[in-house]
């Protein structure tokens, strides 16, 4: 079926340093979502794309439908930026397949 | 502007109990829904979808059942819960095809 593969599975970065995560496909998908989530569990959306790129504040997110991957960069990365973020790749029926997850830990 | 409320907010249930998670969606008509559930250290999984209502897909077989009886509602239950049922389980709602979901806040079922 269709696989979402996330990396890396935990991150630690010192405040001010950046870094990319990256999910990759099995199958060509329509659209890629980036989440963090919240303190309760729940899913913070981040970024929609169906192509492109798309940037706010500190992050960007690109997506390549053809080469089947999406990655999410952080710069300058801040001591509030530590959660777990998880990509979802969007099927044409609508489907949502979940990476397992990035969980970010940044340092002093 | 649109609001998703989903209830209870967590839940204890003995094995073999019925269940009955639900969730709601204001401000939006004809929303399209969805059930999304995590097992504890496990991945999201799409469980089902509404894009009316009395109409539902399955995605993934679980022993779960879903409706929806009203069009800002969408209801997830079983007759018999298994202890493999305990989990997360969100709800979100989409605006359009090319819009991203939003979820609602989660419910968390613990099995015992």
């Known amino acids: 079926g269709d696989q979402v593969e996330q990396s890396p599975s935990a991150l630690s970065l010192h405040e001010g340093t950046g870094s990319a995560l990256r999910c990759n496909f099995t199958?060509?998908?329509?659209?890629v979502q980036w989440f963090r989530k919240n303190s309760r569990g729940s899913l913070i959306n981040l970024f929609y794309l169906a192509s492109g790129t798309k940037e706010n504040g500190r992050l960007k997110s690109a997506f390549d439908s053809k080469e089947r991957y999406s990655t999410l960069h952080i710069r300058d990365a801040q001591l509030e930026d530590s959660g777990t973020y998880f990509c979802?790749?969007?099927?044409?029926?609508?489907?949502?397949?979940f990476g397992d997850g990035t969980v970010l830990t940044v340092k002093p | 502007a649109q609001t998703i409320h989903q209830w209870p907010v967590a839940e204890i249930k003995a094995v073999g109990s019925p269940l009955s998670l639900g969730c709601t969606i204001k401000?939006?008509?004809?929303?399209?829904l969805y059930w999304y559930w995590q097992a504890t250290g496990g991945t999201l999984q799409q469980l089902f979808y509404?894009?009316?209502?009395?109409?539902v897909e399955s995605v993934v077989q679980l022993n779960l059942s879903a409706s929806r009886p009203k069009d800002d509602q969408f209801i997830l239950s079983t007759e018999k819960l298994l202890l493999s049922h305990s989990g997360f389980y969100l709800c979100a709602w989409k605006r359009g095809r090319n819009q991203a979901p939003l979820f609602g806040e989660g419910t968390r079922l613990s099995v015992l």
């Open positions: 199958t060509t998908m329509r659209a």
């Open positions: 979802a790749a969007e099927t044409n029926t609508g489907k949502l397949t």
């Open positions: 401000g939006k008509s004809s929303p399209n």
């Open positions: 509404s894009i009316t209502v009395g109409q």
